[in-house]
């Protein structure tokens, strides 16, 4: 007799189920935020944009100083990455839950969608249906998964044996993996294309470019002019006047507000004896002025780049201030953007002799719309955060212990004067530099204050003075030079200004929270 022999077990294959589910929910998610991108550029708004500056007002003070670290002026598309990616991961839940739950999934949905509803419409800039495109989108999600789960769950069965693969067998019982990635690919592929179109829509559609490019602006009672002196010409060097695409942008915007200069209005309003409300019309219909000033964000790093010159026009806050009467009691001016920014901005720096203005013009042409066309806030000697409020549409006289800048709750200091600071910019750190005759150059700032002098130390060496271009004004920063007489090896290059003041800049490192960075700036180089 022969022993019982056993039929050899059937293996099953994998069912691949949890993964073709994820698949398929981030594929649906994909379709509905390109459905809402799409609907909201056809009503002014963006959903994922909307989500992301909400975002934006929730993160705390060190969740932007990292923003800003990492990705410096491309933190605003580093975010809506991040968003995107989210987004599409919680599609990947959703798949997930789905297999378990249809029901726990279409709530997940939906409350997604509402999230991005509400963002929406509690933002200052909200067009009147802005609550549709997110529904759209919540709507659109769920009609992919009702199309892509029934495939997702569904795959060929194990053949007959003596079948060949892809029989007819096979196929007969249901959609074949190809098929699946078909659908899913062509949902996700339509949402992608979706999404490029609408922000494509948005950027092609917008009708502030095209009224900026047919303003003409007036011609200043005051003109500035820069001395060929304050610029030193050496390669490398940031040029005294910065070009305005070079210019840094930081702002909370995530999508540029479209201001109608034709519809323009500036409120003045608050601690005053009347009310000021003026249009654009009748601010250019004033004695506009030019002014250099160079404009500082609180977040530059020691040696950072987030700084910048620029010739303004435009005019006095003083005088608007004076217009209405402000009253004894006032000591701050809360200042409002189209989007709903706020700063507050010292009393007296808008009321003292500086060139504090509404600005129209930058470098000879209307400010760029990413520079807060049509109008915004220039004030030497303060940080932007607390005084540079583009696309500004009111300014409520007030007082600090009864409001409050957008930056203030979130850990910044109250007033944010501007700290003496200075670069090296050649050469730039990790540089091969050639032994014999050099140059160290940079810039100083102390905006309102002023610059008396750069010192230069190499490695532990003395100070040295450096050369300074001849200043525009205490409102600008200043270039400055030292040659060098380079040796081979590895060297650090340190600088620290002195104001003009008296004041030296101070060696101690500080963070930009919560009122700006302090050190010594130090470039390592390697001459050969």
Known sequence: MHPRQDPAPTRRPRDGGGSRAALAGAASVAFGAGVAELAGALLGTSPVAAVGSTLIDLAPPWGK?????????????????????????????????????????????????????????????????????????????????????????????????????????????????????????????????????????????????????????????????????????????????????????????????????????????????????LGWDDLMALPLEESVTTLTCVSNEVGGDLVGTAVWLGYPIRHLLARAGVHPDADMVLSTSADGFTAGTPLEALTDDRDAILAVGMNGEPLPIAHGFPVRMVVPGLYGYVSATKWVVDLEVTRFADAQGYWIPRGWSERGPIKLASRIDVPRHGANVAAGDAMIAGVAWQQHVGVRGVEVRVDDGPWQPATLATAISSDTWVQWMLPWQASAGRHTITARAIGEDGEPQTAAPAPPAPDGATGWPTVGVTVA
């Open 65 to 277: 100083d990292l923003a800003i670290a990492l990705f410096g002026t491309g933190d605003k598309a580093a975010l809506i990455t991040a968003v995107a990616i989210v987004l599409l991961l919680l599609g990947a839940l959703t798949g997930l839950v789905w297999r378990r739950s249809r029901a726990a999934a279409q709530t997940l949905v939906v409350v997604l969608g509402l999230l991005g509803l509400a963002a929406a419409v509690t933002r200052a800039d909200a067009p009147a249906l802005a609550a549709l495109p997110a529904a759209l989108g919540a709507a659109g999600t769920l009609l992919a998964l009702a199309r892509l789960m029934p495939r997702a769950a569904m795959h060929p069965a194990t053949p007959p044996a003596g079948t060949a693969p892809g029989g007819a067998e096979a196929t007969a019982t249901g959609p074949t993996r190809r098929a699946f990635l078909v659908w899913t690919a062509g949902a996700a592929a339509v949402g992608a294309l979706a999404a490029a179109g609408g922000w494509a829509l948005q950027a092609g559609s917008r009708a502030a470019s095209a009224l900026r490019a047919a303003i003409v602006l007036p011609r200043p009672v005051r003109s500035v002019t820069v001395p060929a002196s304050a610029d030193l010409g050496i390669p490398g060097l940031a040029p005294v006047v910065t070009p305005n695409a070079d210019f840094y942008r930081i702002d909370t915007a995530l999508t540029l507000p479209q201001v109608d200069p034709t519809t323009w209005r500036l409120r003045i309003h608050g601690k005053v004896d009347e009310e000021v409300e």
